[in-house]
């Protein structure tokens, strides 16, 4: 009898799921760049993103790397805006401005850096204290304040600035450091200086917004001297999407109402752009913003305006830049970001890492896009494979015998429809792995150089994020790890069924939880610690949360509350 009511109870909660899934309540939004690409990528191979995070630190972070061009690290010892040494890493391999001998140790990039130290924390590394080297101290250096700009910046310093790699010339270039250096700051919160940093970094933004008053028409700004500038750049009014993420980070961790004020400012300056303004990789986290702040702070920003921005290539200035779709020779290249017009189409490995640390959260504050995100995600984390070496057909890659240099965790910087070079590389077909690291010293830099370290150092954003299921091509995307300084939640995961027909998943909690469903806003089983059998629809999304059994549950202005803490902010009574 015992037997019999367990198999009742098991058969209860998996079909509960199958009959409240069907009749999903929150109506899914589809985002148009993203219907264009596969339901189902072909060919489909997902590789463990973790385990390639992890493989990236040990083997990058090792002085006695031995082989050709190895190490990639350095210690700089010039001791720019603090009086320590800090870690040099090659923006890409065998670049010859770079390394301990060239330019006196000082040209390396906050981009190849942080990116690394974010990438590794996020998989559980820590960096703080790494046979005995603190890396994530050693990122003060790049907080510019011997030139009284008091930001963080790709640069240590002025001296090295022209040989590349922004500083005070390409905006985004000077804001996106400043946001890595606030997930980084999330991850060490008793770091140091990390405090005192992250107020002036947000007095000078908060500052910069003021003075731009709703206007950010400009090349870059001058946190110097306070003053917006113009150059043969493109003008980036994107810029606010950074200058809002930065200033709200700030909000949430310090509480300073100004900070608030700034970023609703900046977002509000986005919000009333005409036409496309995406210049690099900003744009999603203005769409992440403006789901976030809607459902935290009331306001009533355009997320699928922002969306569709952030995926559609519209872009005018920085012509063609979004999100790819399309099969190139059989090859599932979609939801790769960059440009989508350039040779046909060339997308770079950081942007595609990068977009999903905005992109994937932002399902909890507006579950409405969970199945259009799911899909761009599967995607992305299938064709990103194919930026490195030992995954791409050599017959698709410009340096089909030099895979051995990569250690099997550096990839090629882009996917082209065609080479972008035009005198090598011609008859390679679609899509062509490469890079544009000889073009930057023509004549000098080695072939070698279309490797890409700093794109490869993001890596931990997705081995942080993307899980395998028992379903191959259905992912579990964990909601809240790049969520940073959200609210204090309960796991949350992002499931898409790319498939026509239902699948039948199992899902382990992570205690003894009730499941809530964010998009059909129903609980799906009760008072469970172990793996439970779930079903998803055809071509649909589920987002579980698991939220502590028997708590009361409370609804307040339409959001769901458990424990005091919101879980659904568009909770329907239906």
């Not at 069907?22 to 109506?27: E, I, L, R």
């Not at 109402?257 to 203005?286: C, D, H, Q, V």
Request: glycine letters at 8%.
């Amino acid at each position: 009898m015992k037997y019999i009511l367990k198999l009742f109870l098991l058969f209860t909660i998996s079909s509960q799921f199958t009959v409240i899934s069907g009749q999903a309540q929150v109506k899914q939004v589809q985002i148009a760049r993203v219907k264009e690409m596969a339901n189902l990528p072909q060919p489909l191979n997902i590789i463990d993103w973790k385990k390639m995070a992890l493989r990236f630190d040990s083997t990058v972070y090792d002085f006695k790397a031995k082989g050709a061009y190895w190490p990639l690290i350095w210690m700089d010892s010039t001791r720019k805006n603090f009086d320590q040494p800090v870690l040099g890493m090659y923006t890409a391999i065998g670049d010859v401005r770079q390394g301990p001998g060239n330019n006196k140790g000082m040209f390396h990039e906050a981009l190849a850096n942080m990116g690394a130290v974010l990438g590794a924390s996020l998989v559980g590394v820590d960096k703080s204290n790494q046979q005995g080297l603190n890396y994530v101290a050693m990122l003060k250096n790049y907080f510019n304040r011997d030139t009284g700009w008091d930001i963080m910046m790709n640069n240590t310093a002025p001296e090295v600035a022209l040989l590349g790699g922004g500083y005070g010339r390409d905006w985004w270039y000077d804001v996106y450091p400043n946001v890595l250096f606030y997930a980084i700051y999330e991850k060490y919160p008793a770091e140091p200086d990390f405090d005192l940093l992250a107020k002036k970094i947000a007095e000078k933004f908060f500052k910069a917004d003021s003075i731009l008053n709703g206007n950010y028409h400009y090349s870059y700004f001058d946190y110097g001297a306070m003053l917006p500038k113009t150059n043969t750049i493109c003008l980036q009014p994107d810029a606010a999407a950074g200058h809002a993420y930065v200033l709200y980070a700030a909000y949430k961790k310090f509480g300073d109402p100004r900070y608030l004020k700034g970023a609703i400012s900046a977002m509000k300056a986005l919000n009333a752009e005409k036409i496309n303004p995406t210049y690099e990789l900003l744009m999603p986290f203005g769409a992440y913003l403006a789901a976030r702040m809607n459902a935290e702070e009331g306001t009533g920003f355009d997320v699928p305006k922002m969306l569709d921005w952030t995926f559609s290539g519209t872009a005018v200035c920085r012509e063609g830049w979004g999100f790819l779709a399309g099969s190139w020779n059989g090859i599932d290249i979609s939801g790769t970001v960059g440009s989508t017009v350039d040779h046909g189409g060339y997308s770079f490995l950081m942007n595609t890492f990068d977009a999903a640390w905005p992109l994937v959260p932002l399902v909890k504050y507006q579950p409405a896009y969970a199945t259009a995100i799911g899909k761009w995600m599967l995607n992305a984390v299938n064709a990103s494979r194919l930026f490195y070496p030992q995954y791409m057909p050599l017959e698709h890659q410009t340096l089909p015998g030099f895979a051995e240099v990569t250690k099997g965790v550096i990839a090629y910087e882009g996917l082209a429809k065609a080479s972008t070079f035009e005198d090598r590389y011609l008859d390679l077909k679609a899509p062509v792995a490469q890079g544009d690291g000889p073009k930057w010293v023509p004549g000098k830099n080695p072939e070698i150089s279309q490797f890409s370290v700093y794109g490869s150092g993001h890596v931990g954003i997705f081995g942080s994020m993307v899980r395998k299921t028992n379903v191959e091509g259905i992912l579990q995307l964990d909601l809240n790890v790049t969520d940073f300084f959200a609210a204090p939640g309960f796991p949350s995961w992002l499931f898409y069924n790319p498939y026509p027909i239902a699948k039948k998943l199992s899902f382990k909690p992570t205690g003894k939880v009730d499941i809530y469903n964010l998009v059909t806003q129903k609980v799906i089983a009760r008072n469970v610690s172990k793996a439970i059998q779930f079903t998803i629809p055809a071509l649909t999304s589920a987002i579980l949360l698991e939220i502590p059994s028997g708590k009361k549950r409370t609804v307040k202005n339409n959001q769901l509350q458990v424990a005091g803490r919101v879980i659904d902010y568009h909770y329907s009574r239906k």
